[in-house]
């Protein structure tokens, strides 16, 4: 088994104010999907787009928004949000806070 | 897309004091891999055994162990874990308020 701080995980800038940590990926061992942590500054959105895979995403903290096409949600700490394959979709900050949440994904 | 309060999910009891919602899963379409919540109660432990899939984990909330085999560590607050297919492991609550965590499976 692996345990670590999820903080120790160097991030990487997905878009201006978006941070990407990949704290279970294939480094760790894991078959089948990977966990990330997104910290999205205040304003500050990941880009609108779709893809092949889904989203499981569960938010830690902070006042947001999810877009789809069709759709607009408010977020916050303690909500889930399931993302289709292929749904277009971004998450962005309309807080004065940081917004984190996790996001899993499959692995490609 | 779909959005909701993972505390509206109605939880199951799978030990003394270890409560489990599946916040995205089946009834949400989720294709490959769910995501359970745990809430474990102080001095409850999840029981110790082993089985095909990995556990990807991230902990929310309160102060505990996890254990395997050969090796035992703290968790607690913002710390990840992986569990490899077939690890034995259980996790416990060592602390006074309640041990929440993020637990991923694949859909079997």
Redesign the interface.
Known sequence: ???????DIPPTEDAPGVLRRV??GPD????????R?FHVEPGCSTPFHSHWW?H?V?V?EGDGV?K?RE?E?K?GE????????N?E?CFTNTGNGVLRF?C?I?LS
Chains 1, 2 share one sequence.
């Open positions: 088994m692996i345990v670590h701080k999820y903080l704290v279970i760790e061992g894991a078959p089948r999907f990977i966990m942590v889904e499981e569960f830690l999810v789809s759709d949600s977020i303690g909500m889930v949000v399931f993302i289709a394959p749904e979709h996790i899993v499959p």
